[in-house]
């Protein structure tokens, strides 16, 4: 009898404690997804940064040496850039692997054209997205997408 009721009382303890392990697991609260805008006059610098906020080392697997996409839009929501279009990627698994506490970032860049013309200023927003197919070994149960405005003006 004594081993039922423990069973009984131990049962709904082991499933709780369980519930924060998956969530840990799936790689939503290991790591955060940002992206740093700063307009210039003749381009936009661009940062994206992948942190791992867990306590311990993070390990993102990608199925090509594309760790990232990001498109530019309009305030018609007309993409007016892509950085993947027209590039090619090595066709490989690749892992990075990020300290606890510790970033990643990768720079970019974009010179305000639009198939081969300067873009007037205005607003726009950059949406971008981070491509692993498993973090530490599993598979994420959603993507990492972030955006952020910003305005092209010739007033700088």
């Not at 390990?59 to 305030?75: K, N």
Request: aromatic content about 14%; charged content about 25%; cysteine-free.
């Amino acid at each position: 009898m004594k081993k039922y009721i423990l069973f009984f009382v131990m049962f709904p303890i082991m499933f709780m404690a369980s519930i924060p392990a998956e969530a840990e697991r799936d790689g939503l609260s290991m790591i955060s997804w940002n992206i740093h805008l700063t307009p210039k006059p003749n381009q936009l610098d661009i940062e994206l940064i992948v942190k791992n906020l867990s306590d311990s080392d993070v390990t993102l697997e990608f199925p090509t040496s594309q760790y990232y996409d990001f498109s530019i839009f309009d305030t018609k929501n007309k993409e007016v850039y892509r950085f993947s279009k027209g590039r090619y990627f090595l066709q490989a698994f690749q892992y990075i692997t990020i300290k606890k506490g510790d970033k990643k970032v990768w720079k970019s860049s974009w010179d305000y054209t639009s198939e081969g013309q300067k873009l007037n200023e205005g607003a726009f927003v950059v949406k971008a997205k981070l491509l692993p197919t498993k973090i530490n070994g599993e598979r994420p149960s959603k993507g990492f997408v972030t955006s952020e405005e910003f305005t092209i003006s010739d007033k700088k």
